[in-house]
């Protein structure tokens, strides 16, 4: 891990850009973080649209878990951003794109052509992202992820065991194989559902939840589209990290 550069945010938090390999990543650690006193880390996930248009959005999502005393962390996915182009991730998504303007069910063959290679890729460079940062002196575990794309926190919980609880947003389209690995994940979740997203599938939200085989789990269902989200259901997902990683 290389940090490119740094700066101190308004409210204390630092703000560390880094590169892993070709990856970049984004590191942000609260005021009093530092070797004497670690603190625990979570996973930013999003979507692929790339760091800087999401950039906004992780800020505010990383100010408000350091004030919570987190260290949060992001890494580029493949394809997007600055990376290399990836072909069959941009047909993937030009068929997508036409199912969903010709108002045509999106077919099973479309979503695991967008999204199976990308859990294949993205999961060890999160894994590779998680041993640099666990290797820092201010930051100590224990770890959460929290966001999507849902199929990757599906695979980081059933593979990555320093993972110990996850947030994650019921948004993305899941492909079927995704719910056999679901029935394997039996950490904490607190999953987050907007009840009328126009791009997402409510009853295989309903039926991955359904499918989880965690002992708690929590499914927070608030009206309104994709970037509809009460800004309360931040606060819960908050206090769901606070419980299990302080």
């Not at 308004?10 to 005021?31: K, M, N, S, Y």
């Not at 194989?177 to 409510?202: C, K, S, Y």
Request: glycine content about 8%.
């Amino acid at each position: 891990m290389r940090f490119t550069s740094e700066q101190r945010l308004d409210d204390g938090v630092v703000e560390r850009e880094f590169t892993l390999g070709e990856i970049p990543g984004i590191l942000w650690t609260p005021a009093s973080a530092s070797a004497s006193a670690p603190v625990p880390l979570i996973l930013l996930g999003h979507p692929p649209l790339g760091l800087r248009k999401m950039y906004p959005r992780l800020v505010a999502r990383a100010r408000h878990s350091a004030a919570d005393g987190f260290a949060t962390a992001t890494i580029e996915l493949p394809g997007s951003g600055d990376r290399p182009r990836w072909p069959a991730a941009e047909q993937a998504r030009a068929d997508l794109r036409r199912a969903m303007d010709a108002g045509e069910p999106v077919s099973d063959e479309i979503v695991d052509a967008l999204i199976l290679p990308l859990v294949e890729k993205a999961v060890p460079e999160w894994q590779a992202a998680l041993d640099a940062l666990l290797s820092l002196p201010e930051i100590g575990g224990p770890v959460g992820y929290s966001g999507g794309v849902i199929s990757i926190g599906i695979r980081l919980a059933v593979v990555e065991p320093r993972i110990v609880a996850a947030g994650f947003f019921a948004g993305s389209f899941v492909p079927r194989a995704m719910f056999e690995e679901a029935r394997q994940v039996t950490i904490p979740l607190h999953v987050l559902l907007q009840w009328d997203d126009e791009g997402n599938d409510r009853q295989a939200a309903l039926d991955l939840f359904d499918a989880f085989s965690s002992k708690e789990k929590s499914l927070h269902a608030n009206m309104g589209g994709h970037t509809g989200v009460p800004q309360y259901a931040g606060d819960a997902a908050a206090q769901f990290f606070t419980r299990h990683l302080k």
